[in-house]
């Protein structure tokens, strides 16, 4: 478990700025319901990874709140082929999915797009297992860095996947240019309207999901698929579909 959850473990505690926010309105907000689970995904296999430096503080901001936050590492997944589906690093991303009520998606701009790294594993987290619809119906926050000037395209793009997933992509996105810039020795974000944001996105995230989570099976519920079950009893796979 503890591994998911590296962005607790602080250089220098004493300078945690996360721990100075004023949350309270919304930790209360959230005792209400159930502690709601987050996968955080972030882009890179840098050993200074900035993407993965914003994930932390999004993880920090969240487990605050109270929720329980679980930040993946990408390192070691295969490249999505057709022969690796139980591959330990795949199952570990998809039981992971299926485990979490919301997603974060941080994302480097490279080539004015989203990684491959990143796009590896929204591919290994296909729409549906079986009848099973890994994301349907999870909210989403996105965020990207930039080694430039800021840019949106990232966001964009992970715009586009958390739709095509059928994920309730909330409509804050945070997005940071010149990344080097905006991070210390320590490797916390420093003081800055980039910073707020960052906040404010992970704030819009909890609401939402709360909000949400109650309503899920309604709100994902569709005609179609309603209609499938009727016919076969079930949904069927994909790969049934295609036969």
Not at 6 to 34: C, I, M, P, Y
Not at 47 to 73: H, K, M, P, T, W
Request: proline share 5%.
């Amino acid at each position: 478990m503890q591994r998911y959850k590296a962005f607790r473990l602080l250089k220098n505690a004493s300078e945690d700025w996360v721990s100075k926010l004023d949350l309270s309105s919304l930790q209360t907000f959230g005792k209400s319901s159930a502690p709601i689970n987050v996968l955080v995904l972030y882009g890179s296999l840098r050993e200074r990874s900035f993407s993965r430096l914003l994930a932390y503080e999004f993880a920090r901001i969240l487990d605050r709140l109270g929720a329980d936050v679980r930040v993946f590492d990408p390192a070691g997944l295969p490249v999505k082929d057709g022969v690796s589906e139980n591959h330990p690093k795949v199952q570990e991303l998809r039981e992971l999915s299926n485990w979490s009520h919301a997603h974060v998606w941080v994302s480097p701009e490279q080539h004015g797009n989203i990684t491959a790294v990143f796009k590896n594993q929204i591919d290994w987290i296909p729409l549906s297992l079986g009848s099973v619809r890994p994301t349907q119906g999870r909210t989403l926050a996105i965020a990207q860095v930039c080694g430039g000037s800021q840019s949106f395209n990232a966001v964009n793009t992970l715009r586009i996947l958390g739709r095509w997933m059928r994920m309730v992509t909330i409509p804050n996105q945070s997005s940071v240019p010149k990344a080097w810039t905006e991070f210390d020795d320590g490797d916390r974000m420093k003081p800055s309207d980039y910073r707020q944001r960052v906040v404010d996105v992970a704030e819009e995230l909890f609401k939402f999901t709360i909000l949400l989570r109650p309503h899920t099976e309604f709100l994902t519920d569709r005609h179609s698929e309603r209609e499938e079950k009727l016919k076969n009893g079930r949904l069927l796979s994909q790969a049934e579909k295609l036969t």
